[in-house]
């Protein structure tokens, strides 16, 4: 039985590791903290309540994510919500929920009644979300100068000051983490095609019902099923190299492993500490990990004496604050794993691309949520905030920036046996949880075929329906006749 080691029990290595274990390979999966998960985790503080990092949610159109979600047993852990609401400070709310008509259209209902858009807002998006369309979101200036920002983009395609701040900013900053003007139009697009226009169901919004480290109970069992280990707090320290191959991998007190082959799934920031010179001359593509940047989420936990929101979460326009969610609604069914332990109501609100937070303290960042939240739900005002939390992730996900692609090394190195996992290699996917299980399967797919075996973990994207599924089956038989 052939072996390998992975080291990182974020999703990428998680999604290797599994997907190399159901291939026959002994899988032995090492992660330096005591817990699995990575960036996408959960911990229990010190007074016994379960917190995720941060709020962690997918779409519709995260079929990898999804897929690994069945082989590990987590699928029933999800909730997906087909309503998205919205609320601006005047009181307005908006929705997005699919109506009867089909892909393209199945959002146009709700987005006519959008009242924190008015009519202009909404004929500027429509252009641009025609624009998509007719392209299959490929517009033709996306690759200019080697990535034009999102901003830009809009800006070609004159966008209303509200559109660009109440739509495309709303969605976008929380779907990819950085600013409109600091994120490649092309995942930008790409967002609203996958999830909004191709097809009828990918803007659908799961959300764990569980705290995010009960999803991967299923990896460890999974591994270790098949003859594998998952070994917690080892910290890799550093690589072993014999006549320019990776001979083994190095822990604490002059311990070292060694196996047929190496996934390495830690953050580009880690792996660039790791990495010897002389790996990084052989291969150019892991030379410039430095350049990939960073950007940050700030999650903010409030504990009430009691109910103040009925929604399983809010989206909070030109405000701070991006997102409130409902936890103890959310965990309401789930036997247990995360049953909020106090009485009251627990709410984890999310803000992306939280530059502007990293400086301020703890208390000045609850005391500007909690006056955000009190202005968009009344019952807050007269409730009491029993406990709150601020976890801000300085290094939550790399930089969508424009061409941040040519920095992102594929799975496969030039180094004989040694292969990268992690959101920020090349997916074509910006940092989600979907990325980082692509490269996992990815990483395990080059592995096998540098073996001389095939097999396919990488699930395809959602099939297009409604009109879409029409429209792109004429065009391939115009274009197959
Ligand atoms: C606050 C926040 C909110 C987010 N929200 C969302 C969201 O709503 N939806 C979404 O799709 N994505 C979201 N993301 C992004 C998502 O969490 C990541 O894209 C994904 O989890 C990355 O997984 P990964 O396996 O590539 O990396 P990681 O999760 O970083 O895993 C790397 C692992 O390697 C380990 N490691 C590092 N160095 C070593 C070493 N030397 N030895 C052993 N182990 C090591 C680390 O401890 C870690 O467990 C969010 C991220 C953050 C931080």
């Not at 036997?335 to 939280?354: F, R, T």
Request: with cysteine.
């Amino acid at each position: 039985m052939k072996s390998v080691i992975v080291i990182g029990g974020g999703l990428a290595g998680l999604a290797a590791g599994v997907a190399l274990a159901e291939s026959g390979w002994r899988v032995r999966l090492f992660e330096q903290r005591p817990f699995l998960g990575g960036r996408a985790t959960s911990y229990v503080l010190p007074d016994g309540e379960h917190v995720d990092n941060c709020q962690h949610v997918t779409l519709g159109c995260c079929t990898n994510l999804e897929d690994f979600y069945r082989r590990v047993g987590a699928a029933g852990k999800i909730k997906f919500f087909d309503r998205l609401l919205f609320l601006d400070p005047q009181g307005r709310q908006g929705e997005m929920q699919a109506g009867f008509l089909p892909a393209p259209f199945h959002l146009t209902g709700s987005f006519a009644k959008f009242a924190p858009l008015n009519l202009l807002d909404k004929l500027s998006i429509a252009r641009a979300m025609l624009d998509i369309l007719r392209t299959q979101g490929q517009p033709a200036d996306l690759q200019e100068n080697g990535g034009i920002s999102m901003l830009e983009w809009l800006r070609r395609r004159g966008q209303t000051k509200r559109a660009v701040e109440r739509f495309w900013r709303v969605v976008l900053v929380s779907a990819l983490d950085e600013e409109l003007d600091r994120t490649d139009a092309c995942f930008g697009v790409d967002v609203f095609w996958k999830a909004f226009l191709s097809n009828s169901t990918g803007y659908r919004m799961g959300v764990p019902a569980v705290p995010l480290a009960n999803l991967y109970d299923g990896c460890k069992s999974e591994i270790e099923r098949r003859g594998g280990e998952v070994i917690l707090r080892a910290p890799v320290r550093g690589l072993k190299m014999e006549s320019g191959e990776l001979a083994g991998v190095r822990f604490d007190e002059a311990r070292e492993e060694s196996a047929d082959a190496y996934v390495f799934a830690v953050p580009h920031t880690a792996l660039a500490e790791l990495l010897p010179e002389s790996v990084k001359q052989s291969d150019p593509s892991l030379a410039n990990l430095d350049k990939i940047k960073v950007s940050p989420i700030t999650g903010v936990h409030f504990w009430f004496d009691r109910t103040v929101m009925r929604e399983p979460f809010i989206t909070l326009l030109d405000t701070t604050t991006q997102w409130v969610f409902n936890k103890t609604a959310l965990y309401a069914d789930s036997n247990g794993a995360g049953k909020i332990s106090a009485p009251g109501q627990y709410l984890q609100l999310v803000i992306s691309a939280s530059y502007d937070l990293l400086q301020k303290s703890r208390q000045e960042i609850i005391d500007l949520c909690l006056g955000e939240v009190c202005e968009a739900l009344p019952a807050a005002r007269e409730a009491k905030l029993v406990k709150a939390t601020v976890i801000k992730e300085a290094a939550a996900t790399f930089s969508p920036e424009p061409g941040v692609d040519r920095w992102r090394p594929q799975q496969q190195t030039a180094v004989s046996r040694l292969f990268l996992a992690g959101d920020w290699t090349a997916t074509g996917w910006p940092a989600t949880m979907e990325g980082a299980v692509r490269s996992g399967y990815l990483a395990a797919e080059a592995l096998l075929r540098a073996e001389g075996a095939s097999r396919v973990f990488l699930q395809p994207d959602l099939a297009p329906d409604g009109f879409i599924a029409m429209w792109l089956g004429k065009q391939k038989t115009a274009s197959s006749s």
